[in-house]
Each structure stands twice: as structure tokens, then as C-alpha cells.
């Protein structure tokens, strides 16, 4: 990356939390990735707005990441600017049933903070691996719910560094996605509308479905949780099953033996093979139910 630019960037970030060839493994759940030429931690909104405007006026391609959850990052890595906002992780109480969470906070730490408080609502997103920035992007959900049930607004910073305030219907939720898809925004916060309730149920709702996903999801290995969109009418799962699938490997990418849903890295796999893996699912399927897996993953870089 050009000297003269990181000098720019260092007047913003300052030099401790600015990455040059920093191995995207190391932020990603798969545990795979090659390196981002710049990987960037902005301390605060006023730092994330500068470096986002100034990096927009360069040309420079960009990426926001969270908590690496639910990325793909390419062996030959990123030719661009990695942003993570996970420095930007405070959570507030705002009146007597709403949270205010930064980008930057995990779900976990959401959910805990909702129990604390007695607030329910949240417990479904308390095992998703990741950031509320994330989850508004993809509208995550779990166990019969979704973030479109318990938000309220989303702020965002626009392509054109305008500070925005999306209500739930501007938000555009649906199945895995929302508006801030493809248009640029990034989010800053969320508000999030909850329910009273009692602290002990909330805690034992947790633990029950905490439990769930140990029994059925592979979370001894890295992965990227739900590897592929459930098509409508079917489950992803068991058309790769039914497809004999369970096991697959490509090097030590696999199809996870405890959930068909889930592809793994079983230790010294590469995105290369994760991605070979899921090409070779997504054929295999079609071939034998003429349906078509859509990725949940989103692949960043070449592949």
C-alpha cells in the first residue's frame, strides 16, 4: 500500500491500530484468508467517517468487517482496506425497555447486557457468532427469530459520509438481508426494542438454546455457522444429506458430520478448498433435486 496514504491515515488511526499485509485468518471465523493490504480499527464514529470519506475520495476498495462470522476472505487475501468496527462496541439502556448498541458489540455481549437488564427478546441472537452491525446487514435470526422483530432504527453512515437514520421499513428486512446491502452504508448503531421480563427465564431461555446448538451445530471446528440460504420449501441440510454428502471433504474443508448445514475446516483447510467444497455441494444438489443453494457465506477477494 502506497506510503503516502497510511501517512493519511495515520492522521486519523493512530499507528497502533492500523495493519499493513495483516493475515485475514486471524479475523475470520473460518480461520482461512490471505492477508488485507490495510486492516484498520477506528477508535471512535468521528475516526470511522474520516477514514471511510477519505478512502472513498482515494478510490480505494474497501471492506467493513465484523466479527469475520460469516466471510470467506480469499488465499491471495484482499487487495484493499479490511475497516473493523469492533472497537465500537458500547451498549447502553435507553428508557426502561430499549438498547443502544454500537456496531462494533457482539451479539453475545447484547444478549447478556438484555439479561442483566430483564429485557426479553434477544435471547435468540445470544449464540449467533458475531456483531450487531452484522447482524442488521444480514438480518440474522435463529430458533424462530429475526432482527426485524426487535429493531427499531439503524444509523448509518452513507457513501457520501451523511449521517442517516433507517426505521425498521426503511430497513428493508427479509430473508438474510436488508437495504444496507449493496447500497454502501455502514452501520454505526442500532436500537433495539425489547420486553420486560424476568431475569431467571431469559437466563434459562439462554441455556436451553445454548445447549441446542452444541448438540446440534459442529462448534468444535471453525466455521462460518450456516453455509448456504435455506431454498423455499426445503432445508439446506438435508438436501446435502440426501445428496450423501455428510463428510464430503475437499482437503480438510468438510461437510460437517454432526450438521450437513455446516461446512468446516477441520484444521489446515484453505478458502480455496472451503470454496471448492461448497461449489461441489451446490452441484451436487442441483444434479440430484434440481434445486439451487445460494451461499449464506459472502466471499471477499478472488477466488
Excluded: W
Excluded at 506510503?3 to 493512530?14: G, N, R
Excluded at 485475514?24 to 477506528?42: K, V, Y
Excluded at 427469530?145 to 457513501?159: A, F, H, R, Y
Amino acid at each position: 500500500m502506497n506510503s503516502e496514504i497510511i501517512a493519511y491515515l495515520k492522521d486519523i488511526v493512530s499507528e497502533e491500530n492500523i495493519y499493513i499485509d495483516e493475515p485475514m485468518s486471524r479475523h475470520t471465523t473460518f480461520r482461512t484468508g490471505g492477508p488485507a493490504s490495510l486492516f484498520l480499527c477506528p477508535g471512535n464514529v468521528q475516526e470511522l467517517e474520516k477514514v471511510a470519506l477519505l478512502i472513498r475520495k482515494l478510490g480505494l476498495p474497501y471492506f467493513i468487517i465484523g466479527n469475520g462470522s460469516n466471510l470467506l476472505v480469499s488465499d491471495a487475501g484482499f487487495e484493499g482496506v479490511m475497516i473493523s468496527p469492533t472497537r465500537l462496541d458500547s451498549i447502553s439502556l435507553v428508557g426502561e425497555n430499549k438498547i443502544l448498541a454500537q456496531a462494533g458489540a457482539l451479539n453475545s455481549g447484547i444478549a447478556a447486557f438484555a439479561r442483566d437488564n430483564s429485557l426479553t427478546g434477544f435471547e435468540f441472537a445470544a449464540g449467533i457468532p458475531g456483531t450487531i452491525g452484522g447482524a442488521m446487514i444480514m438480518n440474522a435470526g435463529a430458533y424462530g427469530g429475526e432482527m426485524k422483530m426487535i429493531t427499531e432504527q439503524v444509523d448509518v453512515l452513507s457513501p457520501e459520509g451523511e449521517f442517516m437514520t433507517l426505521s425498521n421499513d426503511n430497513m428493508e428486512f427479509g430473508y438474510r438481508n436488508s437495504a444496507i446491502k449493496g447500497r454502501g452504508y455502514i452501520v454505526l448503531s442500532a436500537l433495539l426494542k425489547l420486553k420486560k421480563g424476568s431475569e431467571k427465564e431469559i437466563s434459562e431461555t439462554m441455556k436451553e438454546l445454548a445447549l441446542k446448538r452444541k448438540e446440534k451445530q459442529p462448534l468444535e471446528y471453525p466455521s462460518a455457522g450456516s453455509t448456504f440460504k435455506r431454498p423455499e420449501g426445503y432445508f439446506a441440510g438435508k438436501l446435502i444429506e440426501d445428496a450423501g454428502l455428510r463428510g464430503f471433504s475437499v482437503g480438510d474443508a468438510q461437510v460437517s458430520e454432526k450438521h450437513c448445514g455446516f461446512v468446516v475446516n477441520k484444521g489446515n483447510a484453505t478458502s480455496s478448498d472451503i470454496y471448492a467444497l461448497i461449489k461441489e455441494v451446490k452441484d451436487r444438489v442441483y444434479s440430484s433435486f434440481g434445486v439451487t443453494l445460494e451461499p449464506e457465506v459472502i466471499m471477499v477477494g478472488e477466488f
